[in-house]
């Protein structure tokens, strides 16, 4: 099982569509006894959270957003916790949106040592 997601911070690493996270959004991961859950902002989202649990190298999990036009956005995810060769950790999403239609696949990873992650 790849290290504790407590305290780590998340860059997606390609944008999605218009309204949904991108290469600004930032994750602010928080993990304890199989429980997790992260803030997120940037791009095109003002708030969001995300609230699940981990089994394993599985998270599953609910999310929600308030996004910069004003609406907002709900959905579900899974995803994979992998460990990189470099020690970072790349969480690969499959997410469905609830509030909406879409669904689609995305690629979260701890930004390289010594990049910009403002």
Do not use: K, N
């Amino acid at each position: 099982m790849a290290r504790s997601l407590d305290g780590l911070l998340f860059v997606p690493v390609a944008d999605q569509s218009p309204g949904q996270v991108g290469r600004q959004t930032r994750f602010d991961y928080h993990e304890q006894d199989g429980r997790i859950w992260a803030e997120y902002r940037g791009g095109d989202v003002v708030m969001g959270h995300l609230v699940g649990t981990r089994a394993g190298d599985t998270l599953d999990f609910r999310y929600v957003q308030l996004r910069t036009d004003g609406t907002t956005a709900s959905g579900h995810c899974t995803s994979l916790v992998t460990a990189l060769p470099d020690g970072r950790l790349r969480l690969e999403e499959t997410w469905t949106w609830e509030s909406q239609p879409g669904s689609g696949t995305s690629v979260v990873e701890e930004p390289e040592r010594g990049r910009d992650t403002a």
